[in-house]
C-alpha cells in the first residue's frame, strides 16, 4: 500500500441507499480484485482498455461509508460538484450550456414531445437526455423486448429506454469502471441491475466482456465509446453483436467520423460483415454541439 494522487479533474457525487443497493456494490469491488478482472480483459478481443480510457479508469473511484456511496468519475449528473485543476480552471466539461442543447433539439426536431415518465431522467442528466432523445428519433419504429447496450457509461440511454418500457430486459457489455456510474444512477430511478457477479434475473443485467451472454436480442446500441476504442475492439463487439442479435434485429451506433486519440479509428470503415448495407447519417443534434468534430449515425440490420 503506497498513497497515490489524482491528476485530472473529474466530477463527485454522492448517492444514499439502503443495504440492497449498497452490498451488491462492494461485493462487485471484491470480485473485481478477487477475480483479476483487470488482467482477464487485458487478453480478451472486446476487454483490452485504450489508451485514450485507461487514464480515466484508473481515476474512477467508488467509496463507501455507514451513510452512502461517493463516485468520482467522469460522469456528470445534475447532483455532481466538479473537480478543479491545480490551476483552478473548471475541466471543460463544466461549460455546457443544456439551454442551448435543448434549444437545438427542438429546432430539428419539433415535433417531439419528452414523455411523462422521463422527466426524473431529464432533471437527473439533461446534458445527455437530448443526444439520446435524437438517436431514438433517427431510428425506425422498434418493439424491442431484449437490448444489448455496448459501452452504456452512465447508462442514460438504458434508462430512456426501460422508463417507457418497464417489462423489457436489457444487457450490458462494459468495462467494470463505468458499472459504478451506471448501476448507481439506475438505482436512483428505481431500474433494478444485477452486477456481474450476480447470477439472477433482473430488469438490467450488467456482463463483462469475458462473461457468457444469451442471445437473442431485437436491438442492439452504442454511443460515443466505439470512438475511445482501438479499431479491432470495435470490429470485434459490431460481430458480437451480430451473433446475438435476432434476424431482422437492428443495430445502432452514433460516434465521431474520426476518433479524437485513436489514428486508424474511423467510423465509415467499421467491418458490418454479415449485415445488410448499413444507414449512415449525419446526427445533426450531436453535430451542432460538436462542432468542429463531425459524429454519424449508422444502422445496420441482420438479415
Known sequence: MKFTNFSKPMFRVAFKGDQSEILPLIDFVRFIHTERVDERLADHPLGPASETWVPWASETYVGFSGYGVMLRSGDRFSASEIEETPSGLPWKRDRIDVGEIKRQFARLYPDYAAPPAHRPLIDAHPAIYWRVAEAAAMEPVLSINRMLEIGAGNCVHVAFRHLLNPSMRTV??????????????????????????????????????????????????????????????????????????????????????????????????????????????????????AKPRTLISVLARRP
Open 172 to 289: 450490458i457489455i462494459d468495462l467494470p469502471q463505468m458499472m459504478f456510474s451506471g448501476y448507481l444512477f439506475l438505482r436512483t430511478l428505481g431500474i433494478d441491475v444485477a452486477l456481474p457477479h450476480e447470477d439472477r434475473e433482473a430488469a438490467v443485467t450488467m456482463r463483462l466482456p469475458f462473461q457468457e451472454i444469451d442471445g437473442p436480442f431485437d436491438f442492439a446500441f452504442n454511443k460515443s465509446s466505439f470512438q475511445e476504442m482501438r479499431r479491432s475492439t470495435v470490429d470485434a463487439y459490431i460481430a458480437k453483436a451480430r451473433e446475438l442479435l435476432r434476424p431482422g434485429g437492428w443495430f445502432h451506433h452514433i460516434n465521431l467520423t474520426q476518433s479524437r486519440q485513436i489514428e486508424g479509428n474511423r467510423a465509415a470503415e467499421y467491418d458490418f460483415a454479415g449485415y445488410e448495407t448499413p444507414r449512415i447519417r449525419h446526427a445533426p443534434l450531436h453535430n451542432a454541439l
